[in-house]
């Protein structure tokens, strides 16, 4: 016996995982040089300074101490310090009861729907969304209704959400800065956004949350990033260390149940029961003392703003067309033919690797991680002229 | 809007975590050498220095590659070395396919009952059981069914367990050595349960899986511990370095889904499916280097050997009726009263902190953990002597 959905959702394929394994094998092949991995959203700048010294401080520790259980939702000096942040950089009245310190943003994703949803609900996402949103609205028991993004601004199409929600909605994820898109949803999308979803609420006489999963929150080129919770009171944040301090394998972030809602304690309360029933104890302990020292600590954008520059040039010049990326470090590139499926294995034979836009929920275009070297991306140029040439030649 | 279950999951009284944080606030009013607090499993052994040095050597690398993602069952290296583990030390050739690296005991135990049962499926514990196994079988949507340990030797009851099986029996957990009891399942009684199992797939042409919770393996003072694959084809061992390695706050263990079921790969698939459905993305990368390069490093077991020895005999000496205990760290006593909810609550009065046996569905025997400073052992026998005295006076 075996759970088939487990089983299904086990042996799914993965585009991504797929051309990143395709990657390392073709490396072996023909030398890493001569591959052009755009596949992956592994930060490539090294972790701050920052995060260094405050793992070798942990490990100067008492290493019982060091290396303790905290309570589930956090050690409690770890959550003030989450809390106080949020109060100084975003100007609510953050409490520490509601910080719950996660796993990374996958969990607080997990856990947050769990916590909030019951079976037969509905939670709407933004297509091109990261695949995962839908295995763990499943989770909850619970149907995935997807919502195309306006193109090719790529920001919350309002009209559509709106349209969409009925008296089994209870959530709506958002994005932003956007993995795969690298938009940034406007102020004035927000605040319209937020202003119909308080009308449905009112309307239908029941919540509807805003999930914001944040964890490209720093990784921007000058855009204004409103803070949801100031502009939408029923929101619930999900954020991450993995990208602001380049520790994506620690898995390490928070849920922020926004101090603006009347009832944050009870729905902290049950985020804190679907940790329980996820099979979460803690939050990596050194990892939850080693991020508290570093809040705040500016990433090492320029690297990526340096890349997103040569990169978006470069296919420019090749008539390539694109979304201008305002933050994150991916690249949404419109695909040369209808099926970016046959697209993306076309750019194998010049060992491109795009991943294919089907894997975010949308056809046409393929997504481009530019967080790798800029070497890379400067000997990537020929083949995309000559993937280019292939179509119009 | 918010789920009711999880609410509920969020709000439970945990006895545990209650006492530990009475002791805080008592250790805080009255000074901490006056309170004997044998209420939390924290190991108070550090971790060995093979722990320390690994970390070191981690931070020495670059940070892009010491912090990257890995692949969700985990980095292949540190599979293969787990694997290589098990082959060498009990005779079974483990493949590196069939080990998933975990966030601890506690998420592959969720992971597994997710992966294997079915919603409807009932899974059996041996009471007394570590509570969290009745949260994570409803996560699966799943019924546990509570079957007594037999008493005073708390083996598995055999007979018990035979007939409670039935066609929508799935699942057996075993832990041992146990938690809370400090009980080690003999050799002949796990051959015994192995048989009878056997006999039931059998009959009802089903599978029936043993889940083997093994946190405390290396945790015994002297007694022989199967491996539980070796005895029986279809079992799947939950494993977690928290307490042989002394670091229960950093989440790091596996699920090895046996390499002699001749399915093993499908059960893994599914394994893999049921981690991405509860949020995990990889167990954190660096503790998964860290204990690869310390399997089979040996636990410092002489200190709670020593604590054991004075605490056993401590309460023998005052009359105090407890079960002898093989492995882990905890003491399992006789409440001097029917109700342990009652006598813990006088125990209080005394400045001892046990855990009522309530918390593990059995009544009228308290826990008392053992892996504490040895000089809080000696300080606290004249609090059990006017505990005793309290009854008999």
Chains 1, 2 share one sequence.
């Not at 989450?82 to 409490?95: L, P, W």
């Not at 990784?219 to 990033?225: E, N, P, R, S």
């Not at 602001?244 to 944050?264: F, K, T, W």
């Not at 979460?280 to 600590?297: D, E, F, S, W």
Request: glycine share 6%; charged share 20%; net charge negative.
């Amino acid at each position: 016996m075996i759970n088939q959905k487990m089983f299904d959702l086990g042996a799914e394929p993965n585009k991504i995982r797929e051309l990143f394994a395709y990657g390392l094998k073709r490396k072996a092949e023909i030398g890493a040089e001569n591959v052009f991995d755009y596949s992956i959203g592994n930060p490539s700048v090294p972790a701050p300074e920052c995060v260094h010294q405050a793992f070798v401080e942990q490990l100067q520790q008492d290493p019982v101490v060091a290396h303790e259980y905290t309570p589930s939702p956090g050690d409690p000096a770890v959550r003030k310090a989450i809390a106080d942040y949020i109060t100084s950089e975003f100007g609510i009245s953050a409490t520490a009861g509601n910080v719950y310190v996660t796993s990374g943003a996958s969990s607080a994703i997990a856990i947050t729907l769990s916590a909030i949803c019951e079976p037969g609900d509905e939670v709407i996402a933004i297509a091109p969304y990261f695949p995962e949103y839908r295995t763990w609205t499943h989770t909850a028991d619970c149907t995935l209704v997807e919502i195309p993004a306006s193109v090719p601004s790529f920001q919350p199409d309002i009209a559509a959400i709106e349209a969409a929600i009925n008296e089994r909605t209870s959530a709506i994820i958002i994005n932003s800065p956007n993995n795969p898109v690298g938009a940034v949803y406007t102020r004035e999308n927000l605040q319209a956004l937020a202003k119909m979803l308080a009308a449905k609420e009112q309307e239908l006489g029941r919540r509807i949350f805003i999930v914001a999963d944040e964890p490209y929150r720093e990784i921007t080129y000058g855009a204004d990033i409103p803070y949801v919770p100031n502009l939408y009171a029923d929101t619930i944040v999900c954020y991450s260390f993995s990208k602001s301090l380049s520790l994506p394998g620690e898995r390490i972030g928070y849920i922020y149940v926004s101090d603006r809602m009347g009832d944050a304690q009870a729905i902290s309360t049950a985020v804190a029961g679907a940790g329980r029933a996820l099979g979460y104890i803690c939050a990596p302990v050194m990892l939850q003392r080693v991020i508290a020292k570093c809040l705040g600590t500016p990433s090492d954008v320029a690297t990526y703003a340096s890349n997103r520059e040569l990169l978006t040039q470069g296919l420019s010049e090749l008539g390539y067309e694109y979304v201008q990326p305002e933050g994150a470090f991916y690249l949404w590139v419109r695909a040369l033919e209808p099926d970016a499926i046959a697209f993306s294995e076309r750019a194998k034979d010049y060992e491109l690797l795009l991943v294919p836009s089907d894997s975010f929920g949308v056809k046409g275009w393929v997504r481009l991680s530019y967080c790798i070297a800029r070497s890379t991306i400067e000997r990537s140029m020929p083949a995309f002229r000559a993937l280019m040439e292939s179509y119009n030649g």
